[in-house]
Every structure is written in C-alpha cells, then in structure tokens.
C-alpha cells in the first residue's frame, strides 16, 4: 500500500490543522491506519490509530481530548483533525498502515509496516 500524507503547516497555538493520508495499492480495509510523530531529536511517538472498519480509535496520552482520527473506507482516505494545538506538538507526522485481519488499534510502530512521507506540522506559541 503507497501513502501520501498532506496537509501540515503552520498554526498558532490555540489553532487547528487537518491532516489527510491518501492511500493506494491494496485494499483499504485490510489496513488499520495510525499517525506517528517525530521532533528533532525524539524518537518517533505514538498519536492516533483506528481500525479497519473505523469504529475502534486510540490516541495518545498528549493528544486525547484534542486530535480525531477518522477514515473513509469508500475514499480510501485517513484524517487527523488537530484542535488546540499547542507548540509541543510540533513535528513531523507520519501516517502508517498495518495489516490486520481483527479490529486491532496497534500502538506501536513496530506493528506498521506501510509508512507515508511525512508532513510538518509547526504550530507557534
């Protein structure tokens, strides 16, 4: 599966940005779908996973409450609405696809073996 992530830039704090993956190449629905980050400097942490069908999310501990992942099965498409961004959050994001035949929500990165290209995301104080 190829992945094309899209729609970072800069926001202040207090703001918001949606980012969108795009994929291609298998069929979507085989595929749970996740955002990762990366500062400079940090390994690359854990933001938002859901499933195949979409009805099971996770977010991480720093975003709950303020990012929603989503996905649409017919458009072969994953968001990430990002709401009261703050300037910690910025970073590359990352979207990534796991294979799975169960409704997981895999955390972690080792469980994704599809990455996209990444799209930065700075949001100042």
């Known amino acids: 599966v190829q992945l094309q992530a899209s729609g970072g830039g800069l926001a202040q704090a207090g703001g918001s940005l949606r980012l969108s993956c795009a994929a291609s190449?298998?069929?979507?629905?085989?595929?749970?779908m996740g955002w990762f980050r990366q500062s400079p400097g940090k390994e690359r942490a854990f933001v938002a996973t859901?499933?195949?069908?979409?009805?099971?999310?996770d977010y991480g501990d720093s975003v709950k409450g303020r990012f929603t992942i989503s996905r649409d099965n017919v458009k072969n498409t994953m968001n990430l609405q990002m709401n009261s961004l703050k300037p910690e959050d910025t970073a590359v994001y990352y979207c990534?696809?796991?294979?799975?035949?169960?409704?997981?929500?895999?955390?972690?990165?080792?469980?994704?073996?599809?990455w996209g290209q990444g799209t930065q995301v700075t949001v100042s104080s």
């Open positions: 990534a696809a796991s294979y799975t035949v169960t409704g997981a929500v895999p955390d972690t990165s080792a469980h994704y073996a599809y």
């Open positions: 190449g298998a069929t979507f629905t085989d595929y749970a």
């Open positions: 859901i499933s195949r069908g979409g009805r099971d999310r």
